[in-house]
DNA sequence: TCCTAGCTTAGACTATGTCTAAACAAAGAA
DNA sequence: TTCTTTGTTTAGACATAGTCTAAGCTAGGA
């Protein structure tokens, strides 16, 4: 779990200062932004930072497999830094606040065989779905 | 496990023609369309039928519980019939095609009490993915 | 019959993301 | 150093998915 610069860098993939601000906006909070959110966030430290380039490196990243796309809602879809460290998401339905969780299980081992279609089954991601204490609270 | 108009005329919802055609269309072949898939093959029957009508018809489905928004590549949202069968999806990532898989467990059971983040868990999908039979034999 | 509430419609609008063409920057060759 | 090549960045046009608005339509009740 090194950082994702560093992680990147493995890739003899070019860090360019751009590229750098986005990784590090990326991985500097614990949330799982939109690019939009990063576009806003990087600007801070580097304002002539184009749309374009934070769409093309965000891109680039979950290609290298170094960042994982989200598309939890309908919305603009998510990106998590924590590529390097299996887990699945919790989500509030009041307020779209999103945890990392940890299962106890692989949910690829709990699909019978009879239930794969023929498939060869990669990989299983799980979307928990709840309220928040504070959406708890609100809604009693 | 009826089917969808009666499902839906239990919530005294007006079943116009419109909304029959719709709720039809999205029944009738047992694949997950997206709301332009619906208004191209639902305009067959009545080609008078509007795009707004499609989108507020099926987000309204959706408000009733009868019908499930599924929201699974970055792409258009799929629409599922199947909402009072709990189930969860396959993908194949090289064509996209989907299967409906059922797991051998409720993957609620598998997160523990300190995952959840005092968060209230009342729900979870599991998303699959891998390579259809197909794709395996092209891939190969 | 008329009235009212809800439904439908076309099209404008918004949000999210991709593409294009030109400018720019870095690295290697000479 | 200068030249060349290759990859990167940029602004803005474009594409797609979906929502909103204002007007017209329809069904059912008074
Ligand atoms: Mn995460
Ligand atoms: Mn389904
Ligand atoms: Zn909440
Ligand atoms: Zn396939």
């Known amino acids: 779990m090194s950082d994702l610069v560093t992680r ?4 003899n993939w070019r860090i360019t200062p751009q590229r750098r601000v986005i990784a590090e906006t990326l991985e500097g909070s614990h949330v799982h932004f939109t690019a939009e959110e990063i ?3 990087a600007v801070e430290r580097m304002p002539e930072l ?19 796309e989200l598309t939890l809602d309908g919305r603009s879809k ?4 924590n590529a390097d460290h299996e887990h699945h998401h919790l989500i509030c339905e009041g307020c779209g606040l999103m945890k990392d969780v940890h299962a106890m ?3 690829v081992d709990w699909l019978p065989g009879d239930e794969r279609h023929g498939f060869s089954v990669t990989r299983a991601s799980i979307t928990y779905r709840g309220l928040c204490p504070e959406c708890q609270a609100a809604a009693s």
């Open 8 to 11: 990147l860098r493995r890739h």
């Open 39 to 41: 576009l806003e966030r």
């Open 50 to 68: 184009s749309r374009a380039t934070v769409y093309n490196t965000l891109n680039e990243m979950v290609a290298l497999g170094e960042v994982l």
């Open 105 to 107: 299980a692989d949910p």
């Open 78 to 81: 998510r990106y998590d830094p």
